[in-house]
């Protein structure tokens, strides 16, 4: 269903949805298949409209809408699972004084310091598990790279509640938010002297990956915008942030490749920029979209492109991506995953092939899926992100359904974080020597001033 006349404002973005969030709109449908849930109030969700918009309230809208839905149980003896809102991100924002320049958070604005909202977490679980007896018929939802809570990761860990998570694999930061107290920083590999993804803590077929919630302003503009495959203008599109040089940026935390961007900038045919105003048109225009890895290996802006109906160019190797197998998703039919360290001409000569020979044909198959990774309950047939979310926790995905590591793209190595740690230290040293301007510095003064496009498509 296309939105209605009400859109809401950068300002208010989700105004013309807040009825969903006391439920005073339709129940969220859940499908005959969907678990039972109980949503247990644990008194930490008193700001749930401060934390309605932006990042930091996927947890929030899920939290509101599950309440609402017709899967919500009245107790916790008739449900299959229990979810305990735990609102960490919020309350880490509401702790800060609604502002991220506090303590650290300047310095890493994605990798917050949780410890104190973890040990809090921690308490909570033990009166769970005292009370209740079990932890793995409950849920817990963490909505950004970080999971603010301790020893995911360890042996020690195999009673736990299940998770909903948008990263699989959370960023530890073992230099200075005390993740990995137990381990002496100067004995650390390289990879592990700042900070590091945790590979062991994402548990397949017990926990869920999710899609991050979008506004419902930026979400009316993606799909009013929405073009046709033959009347969209630019091949290639890719708007954000390069990320800083200094030792203090956040990108410098972990690997990252976007300063390659820089070699597709004034090819035909291509947009390339920084910040933009009219940022959802030009996903509405464009037929793929470059989806590099944020702070994380997701990225918000995947979820945006879906939306706006631009074939996803995956370029984040270890990325677990949402809902693989359930309602008949499969990534590989309506998106391309390409090495992230392969950005260059050869990706641009790969999507003109892609483009005359499936440009259609993948997205058709992305506008069939687009609304399951929706989360506002305005679908036909009940087909939202909430719903895919509940398939997900009473279907384990089946292994023949699991992904390849590349797909619609020539046969690639997957390479390990480690060996990608390697060739980004080596690159970087390689750009940094004295004669030389650091490459995500050229990168970022080739983006100043907003857009580098080149000519349309004729």
């Excluded at 809408?65 to 107790?75: N, W």
């Excluded at 073009?227 to 800083?244: A, D, I, K, T």
């Excluded at 920029?273 to 918000?300: D, I, M, N, Q």
């Excluded at 989360?375 to 023949?400: I, K, N, Q, R, W």
Aim: net charge neutral; with cysteine.
């Amino acid at each position: 269903m296309r939105p209605g006349p009400m859109r809401g404002t950068r300002f208010a973005p989700n105004f013309p949805a807040l009825p969903a969030l006391f439920g005073l709109s339709h129940p969220t449908r859940c499908g005959a298949a969907a678990p039972r849930v109980f949503v247990r109030d644990l008194g930490r969700s008193k700001s749930f409209v401060r934390c309605s918009t932006g990042l930091r309230s996927t947890e929030t809208w899920f939290h509101r809408l599950l309440l609402h839905s017709d899967c919500a149980a009245a107790d916790e003896a008739s449900a299959d699972l229990v979810f305990l809102p735990l609102s960490s991100l919020c309350n880490h924002f509401r702790l800060q004084g609604w502002t991220d320049m506090q303590d650290h958070a300047w310095r890493f604005p994605f990798v917050r310091p949780y410890y104190e909202l973890a040990a809090e977490h921690a308490e909570l679980l033990r009166e769970v598990r005292r009370t209740s007896g079990r932890l793995d018929n409950h849920l817990l939802f963490f909505a950004e790279e970080k999971w603010p809570m301790f020893g995911m990761g360890s042996s020690a860990s195999s009673d736990r509640p299940r998770l909903l998570v948008v990263e699989a694999r959370p960023v530890h930061c073992s230099h200075y938010d005390r993740v990995r107290v137990e381990e002496n920083i100067e004995t650390l590999t390289r990879m592990r002297w700042r900070c590091f993804h945790c590979f062991s803590c994402f548990r397949p077929n017990y926990d869920v990956v999710v899609p991050s919630f979008i506004d419902y302003y930026s979400r009316t503009l993606l799909i009013e915008n929405d073009l046709p495959y033959g009347h969209r203008r630019w091949l290639v599109m890719w708007y954000g942030s390069g990320g800083p040089e200094s030792q203090d940026g956040t990108y410098c935390e972990v690997i990252n490749w976007r300063w390659r961007l820089a070699s597709l900038i004034g090819l035909k045919s291509v947009a390339i920029g920084g910040s933009y105003e009219a940022y959802e048109y030009l996903l509405g225009e464009s037929r793929f979209c470059l989806v590099p890895k944020g702070l994380g290996y997701w990225t918000h802006r995947l979820f945006e492109v879906i939306r706006a109906g631009c074939i996803p160019v995956i370029l984040s190797d270890h990325v677990v991506l949402p809902f693989q197998g359930v309602a008949g998703i499969d990534w590989t039919h309506f998106s391309v995953k390409w090495p992230e360290e392969q950005i260059g001409i050869e990706l641009y000569r790969w999507l003109l092939h892609l483009d005359r020979h499936r440009g259609q044909q993948l997205k058709a198959a992305l506008d069939k899926v687009a609304c399951w990774f929706d989360y506002h309950p305005d679908e036909p047939e009940g087909c939202s992100a909430m719903h895919a979310t509940l398939l997900a926790l009473a279907s384990p995905m089946p292994v023949e359904r699991r992904l390849p590591d590349f797909w619609n793209s020539p046969n690639f190595r997957l390479r390990t974080p480690e060996e990608q740690l390697e060739l980004w230290q080596r690159e970087r040293e390689l750009s940094t020597n004295a004669t030389e301007t650091p490459a995500m510095e050229l990168f970022q003064e080739r983006l100043e001033g907003g857009a580098a496009f080149g000519g349309v498509l004729v």
